[in-house]
């Protein structure tokens, strides 16, 4: 994994709301979920790059992605040191680490400390803030 720090992206609410659909801006912005089961990548399994909707950086490399059985896309380890944040989240009487995008801030999900080797961890992030780079051959 890469040591290069992302870029800062920082828009007015206007400008996310003016580009993003209203479902990703209540996850990214609003720090919403997703329902289980319902979003465009918790089932998805061609190769490539899972970047963020709001600004594109590269956040998920599609060979770390696994079948977690929670509903939503669920990951072993960021594509590269920093381009994920977390930070502690005590909403909805619960106690979580939120995971977000390092680049604009983008709440992308939460992780988790049951996920599979090598890392053990599950970072279960929406697809609402996610796109998809298919690999190219």
């Known amino acids: 994994m890469s040591n290069d720090k992302p870029r800062k992206v920082e828009k007015s609410d206007a400008e996310w709301r003016a580009q993003l659909t209203p479902e990703q801006y209540a996850v990214t912005r609003g720090k919403g979920t997703e329902r289980a089961f319902t979003g465009r990548f918790w089932d998805h399994h061609e190769d490539g790059v899972y970047v963020c909707v709001a600004c594109g950086e590269k956040l998920f490399d599609s060979g770390t992605k696994f079948e ?3 509903g939503w896309p669920s990951f072993w380890q960021p594509l590269a040191d920093g381009n994920v944040e977390t930070e502690h989240d005590q909403s909805h009487a619960m106690v979580r680490t939120e995971v977000h995008c390092a ?8 992780v988790f400390p049951d996920g599979p080797r090598p890392t053990g961890l599950r ?6 803030s996610l796109d998809f780079e298919k690999k190219r051959d």
């Open 68 to 70: 977690s059985g929670s």
């Open 103 to 110: 680049s604009c801030g983008a709440h992308l999900g939460h």
């Open 123 to 128: 970072y279960c992030i929406n697809s609402a």
